[in-house]
C-alpha cells in the first residue's frame, strides 16, 4: 500500500486502539480498495477461517505475539506504527522474512481476485492462461489448468513441513476456492479430474485446522473432501476421510464415532492402499480397547494379519 494508505484517520485511529482486528477491519473497508474487501479473501490471506476473523474483528483484542507479528508482516504495516515491535525491531516485510510464504501469498490473492488483477511477481509463468480459464472456466478450463491446481496443492503440502500449518493455510484455501467456484462450470470430462483435486485439498485443508487445534473447521473440511471425492467416485478419499474422522473423534475422547468410523473405513469398498489398510485396523483395535471390548486381542490377531498382508502388497508393489 502507498504511503498515504497508512497516514488515514480510519487506519490511524484503529491502530491507536491496540486491537489487530479493529486494525483489519479498517484495511479491508479503506477507500483505497474501491470496495470492501470481503472477509472471506482477507481471511485466506491471514490464514484464517472467515468466521475466524469475524470473531477478531468484534472481539477482544488478540494477544498472542507471534499472530500479531505474523498478520502486520501480512498487510505489510510500517513497524514504526505498530504498538509491539517486529522480531529484531526491523521493518521486516514479508519478503525479506520469507520468500516462500509471501510468494504463496501473493498467489492466494491473485486467485482469489479470480485471476483479474496484475500477475504477482515472479509467479507469471503459465497464470496467464489460468488467468483466462478462471474468466471463462466453459472455454479454457482444461486438464493442464488442473494441472496447475494440482501442483499448488503439492506446494502447499511442502509448505506444511518447512512453514507450518498456518503458513500453508492461504494458498491452501484459496485453490478450494476456485475449486468451489468454478466446479460447475467446467466441461464434464473436467470436472470430475477437478474435483478430485478439491477433494484432496479439502482432505489437507481439514488436516491443516485439526493441527492448528479448530476440529470445527477441520470437520466442515473433511465433510466438504467427502463430497467431493463422492462426486468424483474417488473411493480412496471417501475411505481415508472416514479414517481421518475416525482419528480425529479420538481427539474429544468420542469413542463411538471412532470406533464406528473406523469399522466403515475397514469393510467399506475403498480400494484403500496397503499402508492406510494396516492404519484403518490400528484405529479399529483402539476403538476396542477404549470401550474395553473382551474380543479386542483376536482384532489384535486380524490386525496382526492384516499387517503381514500390507507389508507383503507393499512389497509386490516394490518389485
Same mark, same amino acid.
Given at each position: 500500500? *502507498? ?34 474487501? /470481503? ?20 472481539? *477482544? ?13 501480512? &498487510?505489510?504495516?510500517p513497524a514504526e506504527l505498530l504498538w509491539f515491535r517486529l522480531p529484531d525491531g526491523d521493518a521486516m516485510s514479508v519478503e525479506a ?22 500477475? /504477482?511477481?515472479? &509467479? ?64 464434464? $470430462? ?9 477433494? $484432496? ?5 481439514g488436516w491443516l485446522y485439526r493441527d492448528l487445534h479448530d476440529p470445527v473447521a477441520a470437520t466442515v473440511l473433511y465433510d466438504r ?10 473411493? /480412496? ?16 475422547? $468420542? ?17 484403500? /492402499? ?46
Amino acid at each position: 500500500m *502507498p504511503t498515504t494508505f497508512w497516514q488515514t484517520d480510519q487506519i490511524r485511529d484503529a491502530l491507536a486502539t491496540w486491537h489487530m482486528g479493529r486494525v483489519i477491519y479498517a484495511y479491508r473497508t479503506h477507500p483505497f480498495h474501491g470496495r470492501q474487501l /470481503p472477509q472471506e479473501q482477507v481471511a485466506s490471506w491471514l490464514g484464517l477461517t472467515q468466521a475466524q476473523l469475524s470473531r477478531i474483528e468484534k472481539g *477482544p483484542a488478540p494477544e498472542q505475539l507471534s499472530k500479531l507479528t505474523r498478520w502486520a508482516q501480512t &498487510l505489510k504495516i510500517p513497524a514504526e506504527l505498530l504498538w509491539f515491535r517486529l522480531p529484531d525491531g526491523d521493518a521486516m516485510s514479508v519478503e525479506a522474512t520469507d520468500g516462500a510464504r509471501q510468494s504463496a501469498i501473493a498467489l492466494a490473492r491473485w486467485l482469489t481476485s479470480n485471476g483479474t488483477g496484475s500477475l /504477482p511477481v515472479g &509467479l507469471a509463468g503459465d497464470l496467464q492462461r489460468v488467468g483466462e480459464a478462471l474468466e471463462d472456466a466453459r472455454r479454457y478450463f482444461d486438464g493442464s489448468v488442473v494441472d496447475f491446481f494440482r501442483m499448488q496443492l503439492t506446494r502447499c503440502k511442502t509448505d506444511d513441513g518447512s512453514l507450518g500449518p498456518a503458513d500453508a493455510l492461504p494458498l491452501t484455501l484459496s485453490v478450494l476456492e476456485v475449486i468451489r467456484r468454478h466446479c460447475r462450470e467446467v466441461r464434464p $470430462d473436467v470436472q470430475r479430474e477437478l474435483l478430485t483435486v478439491g477433494a $484432496d485439498a479439502a482432505e489437507f485443508a481439514g488436516w491443516l485446522y485439526r493441527d492448528l487445534h479448530d476440529p470445527v473447521a477441520a470437520t466442515v473440511l473433511y465433510d466438504r473432501a467427502m463430497e467431493w471425492a463422492q462426486a468424483s467416485g474417488n473411493l /480412496p478419499m471417501q475411505g481415508y476421510v472416514l479414517l481421518k474422522k475416525s482419528q480425529m473423534a479420538y481427539d474429544s475422547r $468420542d469413542t463411538g464415532t471412532l470406533l464406528t468410523l473406523a469399522q466403515a473405513a475397514k469393510d467399506g469398498p475403498w480400494q484403500l /492402499p496397503a499402508r492406510v489398510k494396516a492404519e484403518v485396523v490400528q484405529q479399529e483395535a483402539l476403538g476396542l480397547a477404549m470401550v474395553g471390548e473382551p474380543s479386542v486381542w483376536s482384532l489384535k490377531r486380524s490386525m496382526k494379519r492384516s499387517t503381514s498382508w500390507a507389508v507383503h502388497e507393499i512389497s509386490l508393489m516394490s518389485v
